[in-house]
């Protein structure tokens, strides 16, 4: 997989290596603005839990303005804590064919200008925090502690998985919080159901590297999984699926909600199916389609909040 000058192995013919400027593409590069997929996987728990407070508050749609700073916070967090990611892994990224034309192992951006860009993002991401309740300021800001480990957590551990986890599924405790300016059973629920989502998605997308990953130290659950990959899905999104249906069951969700987990564990059943650990495109496809699978789930809960108040 080799990039052309300039550009990134595994993203290429994006908006990013046509349409911008030429000068800001290894930034937008760096907060992987040209794959904006790891921001919508950021989103999708934040969007979650706001609609599930909008159904058990018995509101009729969650609030637009949380689901827009949402929306903002999580592009911007996320290309903060993929800059930082970058910065720490240097090394190692130089080491594996897919990363190794990232802008900071490719020489396209200086470790100083990288940790500028990343202190830039992060204030665009608190000037959003501030717009919600002082609780849920705290809740943001206590997140910082599990992205600043997690890019160490590959060279320690077999699971470092459960750390983006706990991380990328912050948002499920931050909707409710900024409705209701505390946490409860439903929020925490649906924090743990997304965390064993997190699981799942990434030992898929873990797989592209996992050659590169044995040869130089780094440990993932698709190493640890190995040939038992399959099982292993089946068992994390089995148990999302679970949790995420009672964290609708204590808000007092009705059947639309229902539907939606239905849905959402009929799309998770068929990338299992898809999946193919041997071909790293299929696994790269197969981790892209959560985000679909993240919609279907969004769109069962605001369809429940909506009809529940018409009917």
Same mark, same amino acid.
């Given at each position: 997989?080799?990039?052309? &000058?300039?550009?990134?192995?595994?993203?290429?013919?994006?908006?990013?290596?046509?349409?911008?400027?030429?000068?800001?593409?290894?930034?937008?590069?760096?907060?992987?603005?040209?794959? &904006?997929?790891?921001?919508?996987?950021? +989103?999708?728990?934040?969007?979650?839990?706001?609609?599930?407070? @909008?159904?058990?508050?018995?509101?009729? %749609?969650?609030? +637009?303005?949380?689901?827009?700073? #949402?929306?903002?916070?999580?592009? /911007?967090?996320?290309?903060?804590?993929?800059?930082?990611?970058? $910065?720490?892994?240097?090394?190692?990224?130089?080491?594996?064919?897919?990363?190794?034309?990232?802008?900071?192992?490719?020489?396209?951006?200086?470790?100083?200008?990288?940790?500028?860009?990343?202190?830039?993002?992060?204030?665009? !991401? #608190?000037?959003?925090?501030?717009?919600?309740?002082?609780?849920?300021? /705290?809740?943001? $800001?206590?997140?910082?502690? $599990?992205?600043?480990?997690?890019?160490?957590?590959?060279?320690?551990?077999?699971?470092?998985?459960?750390?983006?986890?706990?991380? #990328?599924?912050?948002?499920?405790?931050?909707?409710?919080?900024?409705?209701?300016?505390?946490?409860?059973?439903?929020?925490?629920?649906?924090?743990?159901?997304?965390?064993?989502?997190?699981?799942?998605?990434?030992?898929?997308?873990?797989?592209?590297?996992?050659?590169?990953?044995?040869?130089?130290?780094?440990?993932?659950? %698709? *190493? *640890?999984?190995?040939?038992?990959?399959?099982?292993?899905?089946?068992?994390?999104?089995?148990?999302?699926?679970?949790?995420?249906?009672?964290?609708?069951?204590?808000?007092?969700?009705?059947?639309?909600?229902?539907?939606?987990?239905?849905?959402?564990? @009929?799309?998770?059943?068929?990338?299992?199916?898809?999946?193919?650990?041997?071909?790293?495109?299929?696994?790269? @496809?197969? #981790?892209?389609?959560?985000?679909? @699978? !993240?919609?279907?789930?969004?769109?069962?809960?605001?369809?429940?909040?909506?009809?529940?108040?018409? $009917?």
């Amino acid at each position: 997989m080799n990039a052309a &000058p300039g550009t990134v192995a595994d993203a290429t013919g994006n908006w990013v290596d046509t349409i911008a400027p030429a000068w800001l593409r290894p930034y937008l590069r760096l907060a992987r603005l040209d794959r &904006p997929i790891g921001s919508w996987l950021l +989103l999708l728990p934040c969007w979650w839990s706001a609609a599930l407070a @909008a159904v058990a508050a018995h509101a009729r %749609a969650p609030s +637009l303005a949380h689901l827009v700073l #949402f929306c903002i916070g999580a592009f /911007a967090m996320r290309g903060a804590g993929c800059t930082w990611n970058d $910065i720490v892994d240097r090394d190692l990224d130089r080491a594996v064919e897919r990363t190794r034309s990232r802008p900071i192992p490719s020489g396209q951006v200086s470790v100083a200008q990288a940790a500028l860009f990343l202190v830039l993002q992060a204030l665009v !991401g #608190f000037a959003v925090l501030i717009g919600f309740n002082g609780f849920t300021v /705290a809740l943001g $800001i206590a997140s910082l502690a $599990i992205v600043a480990v997690y890019p160490f957590m590959k060279r320690v551990t077999y699971w470092p998985q459960i750390v983006l986890g706990l991380a #990328f599924s912050w948002g499920a405790l931050m909707g409710w919080a900024g409705a209701f300016g505390r946490l409860d059973w439903p929020a925490l629920l649906l924090y743990a159901g997304s965390i064993s989502w997190v699981i799942g998605y990434d030992t898929i997308y873990a797989h592209q590297d996992r050659e590169d990953d044995a040869l130089i130290g780094i440990k993932s659950t %698709a *190493l *640890l999984f190995g040939e038992r990959t399959k099982p292993m899905l089946a068992l994390f999104y089995g148990v999302a699926v679970v949790l995420i249906a009672a964290a609708g069951y204590l808000a007092h969700a009705g059947i639309v909600f229902t539907i939606g987990v239905l849905a959402f564990a @009929a799309h998770l059943a068929w990338q299992i199916v898809r999946l193919d650990i041997a071909d790293p495109d299929n696994c790269l @496809a197969v #981790f892209k389609s959560d985000r679909d @699978a !993240g919609l279907i789930l969004f769109a069962g809960l605001v369809l429940d909040a909506a009809l529940r108040n018409v $009917i």
